[in-house]
Nanobody
């Protein structure tokens, strides 16, 4: 069993910044790819960013240039630095990690951006 603990969400004004963190614990075999997703009210969950064990990062067009994903595989953590936040970024943010052939999700952390 793998547990993911997210932190760092909150309320921020448009143009501000937040940093989300996600720490994995438990029976971790070997973490591979780590991702962030988000789900706004009334919308489907959408992919935000991915980091591979090799350090390759990819981003959704909507956040490219504003968000930065980083990972520490020694500590089994993944972070999401969010700058220049917009009201459209308001959502519950979820981390996901792959361990072997299985993937695990965090419980989500709320990010609210006021205009």
């Amino acid at each position: 069993q793998v547990q993911l603990a997210e932190s760092g969400g909150g309320l921020v004004q448009a143009g501000g910044s937040l940093k989300l963190s996600c720490a994995a614990s438990g029976n971790i075999f070997s973490i591979g790819t780590m991702d962030w997703y988000r789900q706004a009210p009334g919308k489907q969950r959408e992919w935000v960013a991915t980091i591979t064990r090799g350090g390759t990062t990819t981003y959704a067009d909507s956040v490219k240039g504003r968000f930065t994903i980083s990972g520490d595989y020694a500590k089994n953590t993944v972070n999401l630095q969010m700058n220049s936040l917009k009201p459209d970024d308001t959502a519950v943010y979820y981390c996901r990690v792959w361990s072997g052939a299985k993937n695990y999700w965090g419980q989500g952390t709320q990010v609210t951006v006021s205009s």
